[in-house]
């Protein structure tokens, strides 16, 4: 319901007068809040070592008359187990707005990845893309891979590069939720750089190397 809706009050599935007064109103800054709740800055990194994240968030309970109520501020702490995926959703019971015969709404948060400037995921696999020039695509390289845990990889590739090549090293994916000491593969992907001209000395040792019987 977004922004506005959040503010109004989530609607309980009725069509009667209380439909939106009867869920959870967020009180909060919304931008505040997903600030508070990635933080650091590598929130990539949270989801591959896992982490604890504490959300203040600010609901409504009633007093002690039963009639009037106060809006006060509570921590729910948030246990961020490695390998989390995309869509994990974690859920506070009863902790919405408190109201006379109201039984209080459960608050959910979801998980949501966030792009990395190196990887891309793929359930428990993780793809990166290496820029080698045709040259090395052809004689071989060593792709040098920085882990989401700090560790320079040094992988050599021995075999040819051709544009659907995919080189498979093992083990170094995210870890698997149902055991965190095990982890999937690492995929590299490889972007071709093509020259963008050769001078014809060169162009007669590439037919000599390429072409000839």
Known sequence: FGEEGLKGGIPVGSDGEDAWTAGYVFHNNPDKVFKEFFGGHNPFADLFLGCTKKMKISHRVMNEDGQTSTIRDKILIIDVQPGWKQGTRVTFEKEGDQGPNIIPADITFVVQEKPHPRFKRTNDDLIYVANIPLGKALIG????????????????INDIVHPTYCKVVPGEGMPLLKDPRRRGDLLIHFNICFPKRLTPDKKVLLRRALLSQ
């Open 141 to 156: 390289c060593t792709v040098d891979v920085r882990t989401l845990d700090g560790r320079l990889l040094s992988i050599p």
